[in-house]
């Protein structure tokens, strides 16, 4: 049976950010499932329980105690159990090397984090939306940053 929801997961240890984050998927009319997590180990713990859901789409934080956003995506490419996952950047680096390695490391998209609620509210309702497999056929760093 299909899911009649879209499962997201967000990590990112900053508690402000979480809570931006879960109040802007509440607003959207789409339905939604989302989860959050502090930090990378606590993800990682989470995404290989043996029965986990696996997310349809996660949102990555760069800067987290433990394990970072960069460790993370670098385990989740490394399993083929996570193949089907879309990988979402949500930091608030805009640099151009931060960019660069997580393209190359195989997320689908880098976000800077805005300081609007709704610029925040755009780019979630968009990111979720994208048919990832056809997005991800196509991708190249010109398509690989949003931006509003």
């Known amino acids: 049976m299909e899911k009649e929801y879209i499962h997201i997961i967000l990590a990112d ?7 931006f984050f879960t109040d802007a998927f509440s607003e959207l009319k789409i339905s939604t499932k989302v989860q959050t997590y502090n930090d990378g180990v606590e ?7 043996d029965d986990v859901v696996l997310p349809n789409v996660l949102f990555l934080d ?5 394990k970072n956003g960069i460790e993370c995506l670098q385990e989740i490419k490394s399993n083929d159990k996570f193949k089907d996952i879309a990988i979402a950047i949500y930091s608030t680096s805009s640099s151009e090397e931060h960019i660069e390695e997580t393209f190359v490391l195989g997320a689908n998209v880098y976000i800077k984090k805005p300081n609007d609620f709704n610029t925040l509210k755009k780019f979630l309702s968009d990111v979720i939306t994208i048919n990832w497999q056809y997005h991800t056929s196509g991708l190249n760093k010109d398509n690989f940053l949003l931006r509003m």
């Open 43 to 49: 993800l990682m713990n989470y995404l290989n329980e």
């Open 13 to 19: 240890d900053d508690e402000d950010d979480r809570l």
């Open 62 to 66: 760069l800067n987290m105690p433990r």
